[in-house]
């Protein structure tokens, strides 16, 4: 099912949100630290200079002792806009022209059509800068709904058609269609192109190797909740691409949610994290419910609990380290666990089950299948 319909058909549950308590202040999300050349969206936790959170409440604790990724200088040229300000389709341009970036999708299946939505929500971009390569007639149609311009088959004119008409370039094809997309894009890419791949497993090097010399590439390993800006990115650049490229790239991600960047032998091991792991969460959210149902709680109260009490300890890992750091998730497990309470009977079950290991084989073994993908 394709995701939009699918979170249509969750709408009713997601849009039930509880008010900030006394003590939770509304602003941590608007308030962004705005030194240095990083400017954190509006959905992620920054240095935070809201006054709530400038003492440690009591229930926080330590902040993990590494560097937040989110205080690093990722990037070297920002956009340079203010976060509590919506990005607009002006905030990310052809930096040549001025004008906004068009960009085009070779390929807009489950993961392209959940950039596209995230685009047009963030209003990063809109839709007459974005068009899409598909091949099959129904997609065609529901895509079409969007407002977007749509081609044909990359591998059947669709390519030209897309090189001609954008800016950006993303390669949303399965890996294994790459090579014949890459190699159908090729006569057409122009040196103004910047050419996004978000196919898992695939090489750099393979994607320069299919270009013409010097096109500048990016690749970037999203995951679906860009439908709903809170994905989790990362990216690496090309041999050609600029620190320009990377500030386009970065603008674009960061309006569907966080992007870090990473060297590229890392990209399998963000591929079996982040890039699969919403479907490990989802599985989570199903069977927690499942075992509320089983001792008796209605089906729909129980899978709205479980995915409120996943995002709610998410974000307690993300703002709970006080001063905008990283909370231990040990620590905050230990907060809940009172001595001959409930949640440690229930700990001792997932020990017992080897759910941890179980967690850590899944990331494995995606991250494996990443680099046989190559
Ligand atoms: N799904 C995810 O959570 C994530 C996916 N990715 C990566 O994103 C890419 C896409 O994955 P996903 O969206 O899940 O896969 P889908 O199969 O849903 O999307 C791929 C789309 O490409 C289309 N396509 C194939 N060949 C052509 C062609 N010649 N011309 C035009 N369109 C074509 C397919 O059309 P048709 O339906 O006709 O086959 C399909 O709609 C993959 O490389 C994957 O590794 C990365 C991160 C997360
Ligand atoms: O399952 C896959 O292959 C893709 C890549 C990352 C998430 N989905």
């Known amino acids: 099912m394709l995701l939009g319909s699918l979170c249509q058909q969750l709408r009713p549950a997601w849009h039930l949100q509880a008010p900030p308590s006394s003590d939770t202040c509304a602003c941590p999300f608007r ?22 959170r400038q003492r440690r409440s009591p229930g926080s604790v330590a902040s993990l002792p590494f560097t937040d990724p ?4 990722l990037i070297t040229q920002d956009l340079d806009h203010d976060d509590d300000e919506p990005t607009t389709s002006h905030q990310i341009a052809r930096p040549e022209a ?30 007459s800068n974005l068009s899409a390569s598909v091949r099959n007639a129904e997609r065609q149609r529901s895509l079409s709904m969007l407002g977007i311009q749509i081609f044909g088959s ?27 997309v890459l190699s159908a894009l090729a006569p057409y890419v122009r040196p103004d192109h910047l050419i996004i791949s978000i196919a898992a497993g695939i090489r750099i090097s393979s ?14 390993m999203p995951n679906t909740p860009c439908l709903i800006r809170e994905a989790a990115s ?41 890039g699969s792991g919403p479907a490990y969460v989802f599985l989570m959210i199903e069977a927690l419910a499942d075992g509320a149902v089983s ?76 680099e046989e993908l190559t």
């Not at 400017?39 to 709530?52: D, I, L, T």
């Not at 669709?158 to 890996?175: C, H, L, R, T, Y």
């Not at 386009?248 to 060297?263: D, H, K, N, P, Q």
Request: glycine share 12%.
């Open 31 to 52: 308030e962004v630290a705005t030194s240095g050349p990083l400017h954190w969206s509006n959905r992620q936790q920054p240095q935070s200079k809201c006054h709530k």
């Open 207 to 220: 994607i320069e190797s299919l270009l013409p010399e010097a096109t500048r590439v990016v690749r970037v």
């Open 295 to 370: 001792v008796g709680l209605p089906r729909d109260k129980a899978l709205f609990l479980a995915a409120q009490t996943v995002v709610g300890a998410a974000r307690m890992v993300l703002e709970g380290g006080g001063n905008g750091g990283i909370a231990h998730p040990a620590l905050l497990k230990d907060h809940v666990a009172s001595p001959a309470g409930t949640t440690i009977a229930g700990i001792a079950e997932l020990e017992a089950c080897g759910v941890r290991s179980a967690f850590m084989r899944a990331v494995k073994a995606a991250a494996r299948r990443s």
């Open 234 to 274: 990362a990216y690496v650049l090309g041999n050609s691409a600029t620190p320009l490229d990377a500030s386009r790239t970065f603008a674009l991600m960061r309006s569907v949610g966080v992007a870090v960047t990473v060297e590229e032998r890392l990209m399998d091991a963000v591929t079996g994290l982040s």
């Open 98 to 127: 001025g004008l906004p970036d068009r960009i085009g999708f070779l390929g807009a299946g489950k993961m392209g059509e959940a950039l596209i939505r995230g685009f047009l929500a963030s209003g990063v971009s809109i839709p």
């Open 70 to 73: 989110r205080n690093e200088s």
């Open 154 to 180: 990359a591998t059947d004119g669709g390519a030209a058609e897309i090189a001609a008409n954008s800016d950006i370039i993303i390669i949303g094809v399965k890996p294994q269609q790459a090579e014949n």
